[in-house]
Every structure is written in structure tokens, then in C-alpha cells.
């Protein structure tokens, strides 16, 4: 079976920006999440998005941030179960976007379904059930299992074999997770 493994490398441009994105956070001009917040609609502007380049690992820490000891009173506060209106309204604006075709803002919304993915998982971290690490591992684990025709032997040639295989893979796992808990 081959397992997808990420090469992708960073180009010497963006290994540049991202440097000195980290060396004006060193230096004391650490953007801080309020800030990030201002600039929310132009991140995803490639003309305007600045030298800043941050890696999803630092995402992950500006979310920790957030909810720490000295972070923003709002995002500490936040449950799983505050926060399910926010994931449908962030994903209904999705739904929107894409209806629009507008780019620009999908990527905004895509960020903001992101932001509630990481929220969830901290708050989960945060109570010792799980990860970020643990829903990507989870999801990259159920991605190789469930394409075969692409991970291992199987074969299929057309997408409706693709969803079939798909539906059988995951209707045998349910009805496997249905057995562990009797």
C-alpha cells in the first residue's frame, strides 16, 4: 500500500517570508490576535497578505494562546456546545462562497470552518480526550482506507465505483464500530 507522505517544500521565497515573519515576531512586532483579526479579509488577498507567512503549527498556538491563562476572555470561555452555531453559520457561508463563486471569500470562510475545527479540537485537548494531531492522523488514516483504487490493489473506473467503494468501506466500519460496543 503506499502512504501519502507530504514533500511538498516551501519554496526559497516562502522559506524567506516565513523567516521573516518569525524574526519580526522575535523582535518584538509579534502580531498579536487582535491584530490578526483586523486584517481578517485580506489574508486571503495574495497581493495584500504582507511578508507574514505563518505555518499551521503556529496556528495551532495562536489558538492556545487564545484560550491560556492571559488570552481572550471570549475564546476561553467557549464548549463544544457554544460553539455548534458557530460551525453552521461558518459553514452555511461557505455554501455561500461557493454559490457566488467568490474566491477571495471562500478562503476567508474555509478559515473560519478551520478556526472552529481547531477551537473544538483544543477544547478536547484541553479536557484530555483528544488532538489536532489525533484528527489528522484519524482523517489521514480514514482517507488511505477508504481509496484503495489509489492507496492499494482495488480497482475502479468511473467516480460512481469510487462513491460505491467508498459507501461499502465506510458501511463495513460502522457496522465493525457497531460490534466493539456490544
Known sequence: MKVPRSNAKRSKAQRGRAERGRAKQRNGCRQGASRLV?????LCNMEQK??????FGELVG??????????CPWDKEQTHESLKQCLADESQEV??????????NLCEELG??????????RIAEEAGAFTID????????KMIRRHPHVFGDAKVNTPEESLAL????KAEEKKEKEQQIF
Open 62 to 71: 495562536i489558538i492556545a494562546e487564545l484560550r491560556g491563562d492571559h488570552g
Open 38 to 42: 483586523g486584517r481578517g479579509a485580506v
Open 166 to 169: 467508498w459507501e461499502a468501506i
Open 134 to 141: 489525533d484528527v489528522i492522523e484519524g482523517l489521514s488514516q
Open 50 to 55: 504582507g511578508d507574514i507567512v505563518h505555518t
Open 95 to 104: 455554501y455561500e462562497a461557493i454559490d457566488k463563486g467568490d474566491m477571495e
Open 112 to 121: 473560519d470552518v478551520m478556526l472552529q475545527v481547531l477551537l473544538h479540537s
